[in-house]
């Protein structure tokens, strides 16, 4: 309940989608894959540096899968900024990366691109070869910059993403 009350304590300072970016975060947090998916429109694209291009369900499905893997996962935002058309804020992530346990704390910036209330572009950025340090641990440091690690973890996440749709119908392509 806390939640909401800071939503509606905040209102007065935030304008619309500038809720909408708090109501999303404020879902992550929670866990709350749904809540997140409901921010978004149908058609919304999503990119970062592991998962590049994602359309609609795509997007969708990526999110259910990053929380309902994520057991230790905590989420903050701060610095939402938004007009009618386009916003920004950044967010931190610390939980520990399934492959190997280790702790990870990414930070991270958005961007976002609005359409009759809903994000239809969102697109975070962070430091890559940071993470990889973090989550990989030795070859991280060693190789995360290269690109041959890097396209290795992007095609490692599109597995897992890949395989978490073909377990859930709902995010197939019809």
């Given at each position: ?47 970062d ?42 967010w ?17 910036h958005?961007?976002f ?8 572009e ?29 396209n ?14 073909n ?8």
């Amino acid at each position: 309940m806390p939640d909401q009350t800071y939503l509606i304590l905040n209102s007065n300072f935030m304008n619309s989608n500038e809720l909408m970016v708090n109501k999303f975060y404020t879902c992550f947090q929670k866990k709350d894959w749904k809540g997140m998916q409901g921010c978004y429109a149908d058609d919304v694209t999503f990119s970062d540096p592991v998962f590049q291009n994602l359309k609609g369900k795509n997007a969708l499905a990526m999110w259910h899968m990053l929380v309902s893997a994520g057991k230790d996962l905590t989420v903050s935002s701060n610095n939402i900024k938004a007009n009618d058309l386009s916003g920004s804020c950044d967010w931190e992530a610390h939980y520990s990366f399934s492959r190997t346990g280790r702790k990870v704390h990414n930070i991270i910036h958005a961007e976002f691109k609005f359409e009759h209330g809903k994000i239809v572009e969102h697109c975070d950025s962070f430091d890559l070869w940071r993470w990889s340090r973090m989550a990989l641990g030795t070859s991280g440091v060693l190789l995360g910059w290269s690109s041959i690690v890097r396209n290795k973890i992007r095609g490692t996440a599109n597995s897992s993403l890949h395989k978490f749709i073909n377990e859930h119908h709902e995010y197939r392509s019809e």
